[in-house]
């Protein structure tokens, strides 16, 4: 009776008590695709994000406190992005971490700006750490998305200036890319750069993506056009098929690619990779000293070398825990907006060069790598005997594409 | 001429593999009435197996004994699995089915890892069997078109003309009936099941070298197996020949033509209009050539829901 009420008491008293010494923990939210048929590439970033995160804990966390990273599983489609976007910003995330799909990354803008008009002082921010698709700075740019990685116009354009100094351009050029957004911003820049390139764009296709098992109806369009080098942005098996079926039509294309390091690529092209290139924001070889040091602590921590998207997502998420870093609490609480403000102003330097975020559309301006499959690369790939050998290292602004016209960022006030 | 030969070669090895595949599945449910779900996973074991064993035995034992293996797999399955269901009906069956593509998928990448494999093709096949219009041919489609014929030769075979293959029809048409002459109608079942997953455990060995072997195998093909078998009509052998090859064809073929609406439209002078209104009027053929087979069975399904040459009603 009387030790009954003094516990509810005291339960009361230390329960009130309990919520001032807090402060509100920074929640970092993962939506990312840990199931179906891109997991490997979602998991990958979501080593990449693990990694840095810890990293950025082991440095003091923010504001005291350890970021908190939550994980959600998009499953790869839009409306699953959509649906764990709401759960994420239930759970009191502030910032969005995606990079796996273009097409999730544009649902995720578009749900985080919508959400972010109708929630002032609540802002949500939306860190894009891997979609490629020119839209996302373009037509559905917003001052609360970010992006860390490439796109179309800078793929192309890096791969174009190494392999024209290369001397493996050729001077007829087929374009070969998957018909959805990523495909067609790549088809776009491989049209506009032939002026640049010295080459005559004698072909184009456009194919379903993740569906067409059989390339060689594809292979014979390239060969009736006469084409000597292929350009694509095709990712995963639209990209191996396509190599295999121009090997087993014994062409001799040189392909120049967005994606050609994802994991699994080379072990399964096997031969067939070797002289194909890849315009890609790392590689390992090209960093030096600060390269070397990077993969090796990525490797201690996650048992692999960091390869494909983890570079960028890694990076990405250092720059902005240096902005974190300087940034005090408001109310216990991060305030998003300055975040953004201090965000859209940073600058930092990683293993291959300088990298400032450019404020008119929230693209990263980092430096680019062209490089080619060689059995003379020093760090070799997937348990095979080769690796990618840097050609050409391309600074920020020598591999950065103009700001888009359609991108009207509407500012705070 | 030369696109046109080109895309009949191509179309046809790429049906006659769709067969291999689909054969199996059409067996299946015309004998049991069994959407068997797993069907493309069994594809997808056949190709991991035959990508392990070819470390130790070589490529054409280990393709042959990846197939025994998953026809095994397949009886496993039916005693253990399925036979249990079949009283609950039809939908428990596919339920089931469908549950087991996810746990095969997740054992796969549980044992292999999530990304391709080094499968490939052995030397001793890597050769052109001969040059059309200057680009090689592949020495492997054709033994992958061969290895089909001879599939459906057999099966046609064993069914029409032996005792085996009336037993089979029969306990297809009249179980009961069957089963009331003495016939081992369950042993029937579950020798067709296991023979109709050896069909696809043998289509993964060979297309898997060719192709690419990774986890989401089961579900790059799966698709399109059904979309052949409901075209073809549900249980028929003939059907699901035809409806590969059709498929194969214009998969191939959609591919080089390169008219949308817009061109159409130009013939009676409202291209420009039409150009300029985008969208679903300057969509390419060649860019949704994959999608042109779903097209198709929905038009099956509106005009002869029964398949091409399946039974009515």
Same mark, same amino acid.
């Given at each position: 009776?009387?030790?009954?009420?003094?516990?509810?008491?005291?339960?009361?008293?230390?329960?009130?008590?309990?919520?001032?010494?807090?402060?509100?923990?920074?929640?970092?939210?993962?939506?990312?695709?840990?199931?179906?048929?891109?997991?490997?590439?979602?998991?990958?970033?979501?080593?990449?994000?693990?990694?840095?995160?810890?990293?950025?804990?082991?440095? %003091?966390?923010? /504001?005291?406190?350890?970021?908190?990273?939550?994980?959600?599983?998009?499953?790869?489609?839009?409306?699953?992005?959509?649906?764990?976007?709401?759960?994420?910003? %239930?759970?009191?995330?502030?910032?969005?971490?995606?990079?796996?799909?273009?097409?999730?990354?544009?649902?995720?803008?578009?749900?985080?700006?919508?959400?972010?008009?109708?929630?002032?002082?609540?802002?949500?921010?939306?860190?894009?750490?891997?979609?490629?698709?020119?839209?996302?700075?373009?037509?559905?740019?917003?001052?609360?998305?970010?992006?860390?990685?490439?796109?179309?116009?800078?793929?192309?354009?890096?791969?174009?200036?190494?392999?024209?100094?290369?001397?493996?351009?050729?001077?007829?050029?087929?374009?070969? /890319?998957? /018909?959805?957004?990523?495909?067609?911003?790549?088809?776009?820049?491989?049209?506009?750069?032939?002026?640049?390139?010295?080459?005559? &764009?004698? %072909?184009?296709?456009?194919?379903?993506?993740?569906?067409?098992?059989?390339?060689?109806?594809?292979?014979?369009?390239?060969?009736?056009?006469?084409?000597?080098?292929?350009?694509?942005?095709?990712?995963?098996?639209?990209?191996?098929?396509?190599?295999?079926?121009?090997?087993?039509? %014994?062409?001799?294309?040189?392909?120049?690619?967005?994606?050609?390091?994802?994991?699994?690529?080379?072990?399964?092209?096997?031969?067939?990779?070797?002289?194909?290139?890849?315009?890609?924001?790392? /590689?390992?070889?090209?960093?030096?000293?600060?390269?070397?040091?990077?993969?090796?602590?990525?490797?201690?921590?996650?048992?692999?070398?960091?390869?494909?998207?983890?570079?960028?997502?890694?990076?990405?998420?250092?720059?902005?825990?240096?902005?974190?870093?300087?940034?005090?609490?408001?109310?216990?609480?991060?305030?998003?907006?300055?975040?953004?403000?201090?965000?859209?102003?940073?600058?930092?330097?990683?293993?291959?060069?300088?990298?400032?975020?450019?404020?008119?559309?929230?693209?990263? &301006?980092?430096?680019?790598?062209?490089?080619?499959?060689?059995?003379?690369?020093?760090?070799?790939?997937?348990?095979?005997?080769?690796?990618?050998?840097?050609?050409?290292?391309?600074?920020?602004?020598?591999?950065?594409?103009?700001?888009?016209?359609?991108?009207?960022?509407?500012?705070?006030? | 001429?030369?696109?046109?030969?080109?895309?009949?070669?191509?179309?046809?090895?790429?049906?006659?593999?769709?067969?291999?595949?689909?054969?199996?599945?059409?067996?299946?449910?015309?004998?049991?009435?069994?959407?068997?779900?797993?069907?493309?996973?069994?594809?997808?074991?056949?190709?991991?197996?035959?990508?392990?064993?070819?470390?130790?035995?070589?490529?054409?034992?280990?393709?042959?004994?990846?197939?025994?293996?998953?026809?095994?797999?397949?009886?496993?399955?039916?005693?253990?699995?399925?036979?249990?269901?079949?009283?609950?009906?039809?939908?428990?069956?596919?339920?089931?089915?469908?549950?087991?593509?996810?746990?095969?998928?997740?054992?796969?990448?549980?044992?292999?890892?999530?990304?391709?494999?080094?499968?490939?093709?052995?030397?001793?096949?890597?050769?052109?069997?001969?040059?059309?219009?200057?680009?090689?041919?592949?020495?492997?489609?054709?033994?992958?078109? @061969?290895?089909?014929?001879?599939?459906?030769?057999?099966?046609?075979?064993?069914?029409?003309?032996?005792?085996?293959?009336?037993?089979?029809?029969?306990?297809?048409?009249?179980?009961?009936?069957?089963?009331?002459?003495?016939?081992?109608?369950?042993?029937?079942?579950?020798?067709?099941?296991?023979?109709?997953?050896?069909?696809? @455990?043998?289509?993964?060995?060979?297309?898997?070298?060719?192709?690419?072997?990774?986890?989401?195998?089961?579900?790059?093909? @799966?698709?399109?197996?059904?979309?052949?078998?409901?075209?073809?009509?549900? @249980?028929?052998?003939?059907?699901?020949?035809?409806?590969?090859?059709?498929?194969?064809?214009?998969?191939?073929?959609?591919?080089?033509?390169?008219?949308?609406?817009?061109?159409?439209?130009?013939?009676?002078?409202?291209?420009?209009?039409?150009?300029?209104?985008?969208?679903?009027?300057?969509?390419?053929?060649?860019?949704?050539?994959?999608?042109?087979?779903?097209?198709?069975?929905?038009?099956?399904?509106?005009?002869?829901?029964?398949?091409?040459?399946?039974?009515?009603?």
């Amino acid at each position: 009776m009387h030790t009954k009420t003094t516990l509810r008491l005291l339960t009361l008293g230390t329960t009130l008590f309990a919520g001032i010494a807090c402060a509100d923990p920074l929640k970092v939210a993962l939506v990312e695709t840990l199931s179906g048929p891109s997991a490997a590439t979602g998991q990958m970033f979501r080593a990449a994000t693990r990694f840095q995160i810890e990293r950025l804990n082991a440095e %003091g966390g923010w /504001n005291g406190e350890p970021i908190q990273l939550l994980e959600f599983d998009s499953q790869g489609t839009p409306a699953g992005a959509s649906e764990k976007l709401k759960a994420a910003i %239930g759970s009191g995330a502030q910032m969005i971490v995606q990079g796996a799909s273009s097409v999730a990354a544009g649902q995720i803008t578009e749900d985080v700006r919508k959400y972010n008009l109708r929630n002032k002082g609540k802002e949500v921010v939306f860190l894009n750490v891997g979609g490629e698709a020119l839209e996302l700075t373009g037509s559905k740019c917003h001052f609360y998305h970010f992006r860390f990685n490439g796109n179309a116009p800078i793929r192309v354009k890096t791969l174009v200036a190494a392999m024209k100094e290369a001397g493996t351009l050729g001077s007829n050029v087929y374009s070969m /890319n998957q /018909n959805y957004s990523w495909g067609l911003d790549m088809e776009k820049s491989i049209t506009e750069n032939a002026t640049a390139g010295g080459y005559q &764009l004698v %072909g184009k296709s456009l194919h379903d993506t993740q569906k067409v098992q059989d390339f060689s109806p594809y292979i014979a369009r390239i060969q009736a056009s006469g084409a000597q080098t292929v350009l694509t942005g095709n990712w995963g098996n639209d990209l191996l098929l396509l190599m295999k079926a121009s090997r087993a039509a %014994g062409l001799k294309l040189r392909f120049g690619t967005a994606f050609l390091d994802q994991p699994g690529n080379l072990a399964n092209a096997g031969d067939v990779a070797l002289g194909h290139y890849v315009s890609h924001p790392f /590689n390992i070889e090209a960093a030096g000293e600060q390269g070397e040091k990077f993969a090796s602590e990525y490797q201690a921590k996650t048992g692999h070398l960091p390869a494909y998207i983890e570079p960028q997502t890694v990076f990405a998420l250092q720059l902005v825990g240096n902005v974190l870093k300087k940034l005090p609490a408001e109310d216990g609480r991060l305030n998003t907006r300055s975040f953004a403000l201090a965000l859209e102003k940073a600058s930092d330097r990683n293993p291959l060069g300088d990298v400032r975020m450019r404020a008119e559309d929230h693209q990263l &301006l980092m430096p680019f790598v062209v490089s080619v499959v060689s059995k003379e690369a020093r760090y070799k790939v997937d348990g095979t005997d080769m690796g990618f050998v840097p050609i050409k290292s391309f600074s920020a602004d020598e591999a950065a594409a103009p700001v888009q016209d359609a991108c009207r960022m509407q500012r705070p006030e | 001429m030369e696109f046109l030969t080109v895309s009949l070669l191509n179309g046809v090895i790429y049906g006659l593999l769709l067969f291999m595949v689909s054969a199996g599945l059409t067996l299946i449910f015309g004998m049991m009435g069994v959407l068997n779900f797993a069907h493309a996973s069994f594809y997808m074991v056949g190709a991991y197996l035959a990508y392990t064993l070819q470390k130790f035995v070589g490529f054409t034992t280990a393709v042959l004994l990846s197939t025994v293996l998953v026809g095994l797999l397949g009886v496993i399955v039916e005693r253990f699995f399925l036979r249990r269901v079949h009283k609950h009906g039809h939908a428990h069956e596919l339920l089931l089915t469908f549950g087991l593509t996810f746990i095969i998928a997740e054992l796969i990448k549980l044992f292999y890892g999530n990304f391709s494999v080094e499968y490939r093709v052995p030397e001793f096949l890597n050769f052109a069997a001969f040059q059309v219009f200057s680009t090689d041919y592949p020495f492997y489609r054709l033994l992958m078109g @061969g290895v089909s014929l001879l599939v459906f030769g057999l099966i046609y075979l064993l069914l029409t003309r032996t005792r085996v293959g009336i037993v089979v029809r029969a306990a297809i048409h009249r179980p009961q009936m069957a089963e009331a002459l003495g016939h081992n109608v369950p042993l029937v079942f579950m020798a067709v099941f296991g023979i109709g997953a050896a069909l696809a @455990g043998l289509a993964g060995a060979l297309a898997g070298a060719f192709y690419t072997t990774n986890p989401n195998m089961a579900l790059e093909l @799966g698709v399109i197996v059904f979309v052949v078998v409901v075209v073809g009509g549900l @249980g028929s052998m003939a059907g699901a020949m035809i409806a590969s090859l059709l498929i194969g064809l214009i998969s191939s073929f959609a591919v080089g033509v390169d008219l949308s609406l817009a061109s159409l439209l130009g013939l009676v002078g409202a291209g420009d209009w039409a150009q300029q209104m985008g969208g679903l009027m300057t969509l390419k053929v060649s860019s949704v050539a994959a999608t042109i087979p779903f097209a198709l069975m929905l038009l099956i399904l509106l005009i002869r829901p029964s398949g091409l040459m399946g039974e009515k009603g």
